[in-house]
């Protein structure tokens, strides 16, 4: 997450710099291989907690549901917006997951065809980039609430912490050899 806040911190920086007032690009061709880059490094940002997002999304909706059902927690300490905020990302992750799923469904048909060139791959990669950048930012800008309801959580009393645990240890057993 923190290395997504800074690529989208210097992507706002870089935008600013090159834009006019009304956020038209000074040279277009530059500013279009920048948002490639951009989306590229977003992606890969990514990619070191995608295999686990469901796992993390699940974690802190448990820990979630526990602080509002046992109410171990004092309630200014729950935020209305996080409920909200992990459906956020549940729905960007499965957008993630379908473009990424599409990518290699296509890259696995192409297999019987005669090689696409470099050009051609690297255009495909960076369509799926740019196709999911916006659900990746959500995860830049939203992602931070796994974090906050895990340190509300970790106030709880030892009993909520094991229970809240329990769901990312059976989606991990499940995700054991599944990468994609």
């Known amino acids: ?31 279009g291989w920048r948002m ?23 974690t802190a909706a448990v820990q979630l549901q526990l602080q509002l059902q046992l109410q171990h927690i004092n309630a200014g300490d729950v935020e ?18 379908a473009l990424q799923s599409g990518h290699v469904e296509v890259r696995e048909a192409r297999r019987s065809l005669p090689p696409v060139s470099q050009e ?12 999911a950048w ?18 509300v959580a970790l106030t709880a009393p030892p009993r909520i912490l094991s229970v809240a645990s329990a769901p990312a240890a059976a989606a991990a057993r499940r995700q054991v050899g599944r990468r994609g």
């Open 1 to 31: 997450m923190v290395e997504s806040e800074a690529i989208l911190a210097a992507w706002d920086a870089y935008s600013d710099k090159h834009t006019d007032a009304a956020g038209w690009p000074y040279d277009e061709v530059s500013y």
């Open 120 to 131: 051609e791959f690297v255009d495909s990669v960076a369509k799926r980039n740019e196709e």
């Open 80 to 97: 209305p917006r996080w409920a909200w905020q992990l459906g956020e990302l549940t729905r960007a992750l499965e957008q993630v997951e």
């Open 134 to 151: 916006g659900y990746l930012d959500t995860w830049a800008t939203q992602g931070r609430v796994l974090l906050d309801i895990h340190a």
């Open 36 to 58: 490639v880059q951009r989306d590229s490094e977003t992606w890969r940002a990514f990619q070191s907690i995608r295999h686990s997002a469901h796992e993390l999304l699940a």
